[in-house]
């Protein structure tokens, strides 16, 4: 039987992001010491400006050399951050991923392994499951580098398969591996794809329904799958974190009735999002600022069309990972963002 590991200390990349501030929280609260990578020290202070148990490094995930003295004394390393904004810029964005996504990871294990750090857990994604559409995948429904469409996917793939390819020849070392979906939930200052649809529908941006279907899951349960990894976690193994299958035609209307707005009702077909990505990018190339739809998220979106269900049996034994009901998860999310001022409230006497 494997024992259970005695965490006192812990390292978190990406600590800023939606997943990576409420995992730092989840530490907190159980007395665990954080170290926290941000890019900046005025976006962590934003974050963690009155946490105690928290130090702030400021650092990249593109020059792990800068930070890698701070790994000392750590006895777990959450690695969240990951560059995955190429689509809110439109075009290719390959090079940028591969340096942060593949080549940091690399870097950031052996800077972990030099510092004496022997577990690791790494964040996946659903991005590297493949499966027929309505059919329920597991963890071994592992999608193919060339069926990779997306850059985005391909570099998660790659990313795992560093993390794999270490664990080969560094038998000492423990590393598990957390496949999150869609997260949602509060705190995601960046925002998210997640946020921003939260902001669109609530401040009436939202120009009709997408198609799609997605994986939808609390950041904060996430973030507890993550711990439950470097405690009970099998070394190599993969566990999902994917969360609850919906449609967009599903999941805007519920926002809507939870924030008390109303929402479209009118369909956008897959031909018109094409051309508005188009526009979007070509507006991005322009200005440079960021768009909300672009052409690889409309490719992407009618490929994974009904490939959003998953199996969480192994999870939910191993881990003892359970998931808090949607609802939830979008009432506290809206709540985050009218109590700090994203977005305007709502009455009783307005809600529809």
């Given amino acids: 039987m494997q024992t259970q590991p005695t965490l006192t200390r812990a390292f978190v990349t990406g600590s800023t992001g939606l997943l990576g501030n409420n995992l730092v929280r989840a530490l907190v609260a159980r007395g665990i010491s954080v170290v926290v990578l941000v890019r900046t020290a005025a976006k962590g202070q934003a974050q963690f400006a ?3 148990g928290v130090e702030l490094v400021e650092g990249d995930m593109a ?3 800068r930070f890698a003295a701070s790994l000392a004394g750590c006895d777990v390393v959450f690695h969240t951050a990951a560059f995955f904004r190429d689509s809110f810029k439109g075009g290719s964005h390959w090079d940028e991923l591969q340096r942060i996504n593949v080549d940091g990871t690399r870097r950031l294990l052996e800077a972990s392994y030099q510092a004496g750090i022997r577990r690791f857990v790494q964040t996946s994604s659903i991005a590297v499951l ?8 597991d963890e ?6 060339e069926d990779a469409h997306d850059d985005y996917y391909r570099s998660k793939i790659l990313a795992d398969q560093v993390v794999t390819d ?5 038998p000492d070392m423990q590393a598990s591996f957390v496949l999150p979906g869609w997260m949602w939930g509060p705190a995601d200052i960046g925002p998210t794809s997640s946020g921003q649809l939260v902001n669109d529908v609530v401040s009436g941006k939202l120009p009709g329904l997408p198609p799609g279907t997605f994986s939808i899951v609390d950041a904060r349960d996430v973030a507890q799958a993550h711990i439950a990894a470097a405690e009970h976690g099998r070394r190599g193994e993969r566990y999902l974190a994917a969360g609850r ?5 599903t999941l805007v209307p519920l926002l809507g009735r939870i924030a008390g707005v109303k929402t479209p009702t009118r369909q956008l077909p897959y031909p018109l999002l094409y051309v508005m990505a188009t526009l979007q990018e070509l507006f991005a190339r322009f200005t440079g600022k960021p768009i909300l739809l672009s052409l690889a998220t409309v ?3 009618r490929r994974e069309d009904g490939r959003s269900h998953f199996n969480h049996a192994k999870s939910a034994r191993e881990l003892a990972l359970a998931f808090r009901p949607i609802e939830q998860t979008i009432a506290d999310t809206v ?9 305007p409230r709502v009455d009783a006497a307005t809600r529809v």
């Fill in 140 to 145: 071994t429904s592992l999608r193919r580098l």
């Fill in 335 to 343: 709540a985050w963002y009218r109590s700090n001022g994203w977005l």
């Fill in 63 to 65: 020059d792990v050399s």
């Fill in 299 to 301: 490719k992407l979106m």
């Fill in 130 to 137: 493949n499966g027929a559409a309505g059919i329920a995948m």
């Fill in 245 to 249: 299958h919906m449609t967009m035609q």
């Fill in 166 to 170: 270490f664990l080969d020849t560094h």
């Fill in 50 to 52: 009155a946490m105690q």
